[in-house]
C-alpha cells in the first residue's frame, strides 16, 4: 500500500520546491512530479514539511507532589493534532533510584504513545551508580542526552563539582549534557524573602527568579561544559541574559545550543500580574515568562541562528494542581502546556508576521534538533529512506485555541483566545495518516523509541579539537641540578 501526497510545496531547512511525495511502510520512498499511489492525499495550496520534534517534553511526570497531567497517551495525541510527530521526554530518576530503574518506569509508560519518541536521562544525584550506568544508558539504550537542574534546589539541583563529573563522563561516552540553567541558590534565597515579606502570589514566582540568574547559571554552565570538553544543550531559554551568554560563546567557537519555547516567545510576564489567581499560576513555570525586549531578544536568535530549536517544555497541571499554592507560591506545580500549538503558534507568530522564513521554521521546529540529537536524517528530513514523519501544513487554515477543544486533559489553555492561521491537513506518523483533512485518526500505541547513537558530528569534532590544545609537558633539553 503505497500513499502519494499530491500537488503540495516541499520546504526543508534548505529550499522549497514543488513535488509529489510517495511512503511505502512508513518511510518516504521518492519524491517528483507525477507519483502515483495508491492512496492519494491533495496537498494543493499546502506546503509539505518534516513533522514536527519537540525536544522538551514532561509526560506523567512526578513533580513537586503530583503527577503531570498529560501521559503519552494524552500528549502525543496532542502533539500529533498539532503537527508534531515525535517527542522526547525526559527521564526522571526519584532520590536515590538509579537511572535504569528509572529508565524502566519511562519504558512502561510510553507504550501508549501515539507518535514516535526518545528519551534524555535526567542526572539528579551524582554517585559511582550513576556514573556506571550512563555507559549503559548511552550505549545499550541509545540515550545520548543527559538533563542537568541548576534550580530545584532540594530536589532535583546538582551543584558544580556534580556538572563537571558529570559533563566529563558525557564527554567520554560521546553523550550531549543538557541544562536548566538558573541559580538555584538565589532563586531559593529570593523566594524565601519574598515569602517573609508577605509576597506569597503567583507574581513571586516571577520576581524570584530575574533574568540574571538564568544568565549567570547559563554562563556558567558554558563554561564547565568548556572545561570538561563536551557540547552543550541549554533548555528553556526565556531572556537576553541568557542568550547573550550563548550568543557570545558560539562567537568564540564553543558548542553551545539554545531552545526558546513557544510560551516565552508569546507570552510575556504580565500574564501573572492578571488579578485573577488561577489565571497567573495557570502560567507558572521556570524560567517565567519575561517582557517584551526578551522576547525579541529570542525571535532575533532564531532568526539569526545564535538559538537553534523551538520548544514546548510541555509539563500541564490541572487548575486544582495549581492550587496547591495558594498562599505560598513556591508550590504551585511549576509548568505549562502547549504539545498540540507550537507548530500553529510559531508558524502564525513567527512565519505569519515575517520574523522567520518557513524555512527557518523547519529548521528550529525539526531538522536542528533532528542533527544535534544525531537521529537525522530518519528524522527531521524530507528526503528518500527518511521516515514518514510528515506535516502537510495547510497556510490559509485558522481556528481559536480554546481548552474546550484541545486535546490535553488539562481544563485551560495558556494560549486561550489566539488566532492561528496554518494548520495540519495531513499527519503522517511513520506513514500513518493521523490528521486526515484535519480530522485526528489517533492510534494508541503505534509510537516507537528513537534509539539514537552517540558522537555525533559536533561532538566528534570538539573531542579532537579538546585533543589537539590539551595541557602537554614541554620537553626540556637542560634540567636543572635538584637542590641547586
Ligand atoms: O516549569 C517548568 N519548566 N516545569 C517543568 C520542569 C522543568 O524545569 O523543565
Ligand atoms: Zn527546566
Ligand atoms: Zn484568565
Ligand atoms: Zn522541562
Known amino acids: 500500500m503505497t500513499t502519494v501526497i499530491k500537488g503540495g510545496t516541499v520546504v526543508t531547512a534548505d529550499y522549497s520546491y514543488v513535488a509529489d511525495v510517495l511512503v511505502e511502510g512508513g518511510k518516504i520512498i521518492g519524491i517528483g512530479p507525477d507519483l502515483k499511489g495508491d492512496e492519494v492525499l491533495d496537498a494543493s495550496g499546502c506546503y509539505v514539511m518534516p513533522g514536527g520534534i519537540d525536544p522538551h517534553t514532561h509526560l506523567e511526570m512526578p513533580f513537586m507532589g503530583t503527577y503531570s497531567s498529560d501521559d503519552f497517551e494524552s500528549g502525543t495525541r496532542a502533539a500529533l493534532a498539532g503537527g508534531t510527530t515525535m517527542v522526547v521526554d525526559f527521564a526522571l530518576p526519584s ?4 537511572l535504569l530503574d528509572a529508565l524502566q518506569m519511562w519504558d512502561n509508560k510510553s507504550t501508549r504513545a501515539h507518535c514516535d519518541y526518545s528519551f534524555h536521562m535526567a542526572i539528579t544525584s551524582w554517585s559511582e551508580k550513576i556514573w556506571n550506568e550512563m555507559e549503559t544508558v ?21 551543584n558544580d563539582d556534580e556538572l563537571y563529573a558529570s559533563f566529563r563522563r558525557c564527554a567520554e561516552l560521546g553523550a550531549i549534557p543538557l541544562v536548566h540553567a538558573e541559580n538555584g541558590d538565589v532563586v531559593a534565597e529570593l523566594s524565601a524573602r519574598l515569602l517573609a515579606e508577605g509576597n506569597n502570589g503567583p507574581e513571586g514566582h516571577a520576581y524570584s527568579r530575574p533574568p540574571q540568574v538564568e544568565g549567570e547559571a547559563t554562563n556558567r554552565a558554558i563554561m564547565i561544559a568548556d572545561m570538561a570538553g563536551v557540547p552543550l544543550y541549554v533548555v528553556h531559554v526565556s531572556c537576553e541574559d541568557s542568550h547573550e551568554a550563548i550568543r557570545r560563546a558560539r562567537m ?18 504580565s500574564e501573572y500580574f492578571d488579578k485573577d489567581w488561577d489565571h497567573a499560576a495557570r502560567r507558572v513555570m521556570s524560567p517565567p515568562f519575561r517582557n517584551k525586549m526578551h522576547q525579541d531578544s529570542l525571535w532575533n536568535g532564531l532568526a539569526s541562528g545564535s538559538l537553534s530549536c523551538v520548544a514546548t517544555d510541555h509539563c500541564a497541571f490541572t487548575t486544582d494542581q495549581k492550587r496547591y499554592g495558594v498562599g505560598d507560591f513556591t508550590k504551585i506545580p511549576n509548568g505549562t502546556g502547549g504539545l498540540e500549538d507550537r507548530i500553529p503558534m510559531l508558524w502564525t507568530y513567527g512565519v505569519g508576521t515575517g520574523r522567520l522564513t518557513k524555512e527557518e521554521f523547519v529548521a528550529v521546529t525539526s531538522t536542528n534538533i533532528a542533527k544535534i540529537l544525531n537521529c537525522y536524517p530518519r528524522k527531521g528530513a524530507v528526503l528518500v529512506g527518511a521516515d514518514a514523519d510528515l ?17 490535553s486533559a488539562i481544563d485551560y489553555n495558556v494560549f486561550e483566545g489566539k488566532e492561528v492561521k496554518g494548520l495540519p491537513r495531513f499527519v503522517l506518523t511513520r506513514g500513518r495518516v493521523a490528521v486526515m483533512d484535519g480530522d485526528l485518526k489517533p492510534a494508541e500505541g503505534h509510537g516507537q523509541f528513537v534509539k539514537r547513537p552517540a558522537s555525533g558530528a559536533v561532538n566528534t569534532a570538539l573531542s579532537s579539537w579538546k585533543a589537539l590544545t590539551a595541557p602537554r609537558a614541554v620537553e626540556r633539553t637542560g634540567i636543572p641540578a635538584s637542590g641547586v
Not at 545499550?140 to 532535583?156: D, N, P, Q, V, W
Not at 568564540?252 to 510576564?269: A, C, F
Open 95 to 98: 532520590p536515590d533510584q538509579g
Open 138 to 158: 548511552v550505549k545499550e539504550r541509545g540515550i545520548t542526552t543527559f538533563k542537568h537542574f541548576m534550580a530545584y534546589k532540594g530536589s532535583l539541583m546538582v
Open 252 to 269: 568564540m567557537g564553543k558548542r553551545v545550543w539554545g531552545e526558546p519555547l513557544i510560551q516565552h516567545l508569546t507570552l510575556d510576564e
Open 391 to 407: 506535516v502537510v501544513l495547510d497556510p490559509e487554515k485558522t481556528k481559536t485555541i480554546t481548552a474546550a477543544s484541545q486535546q
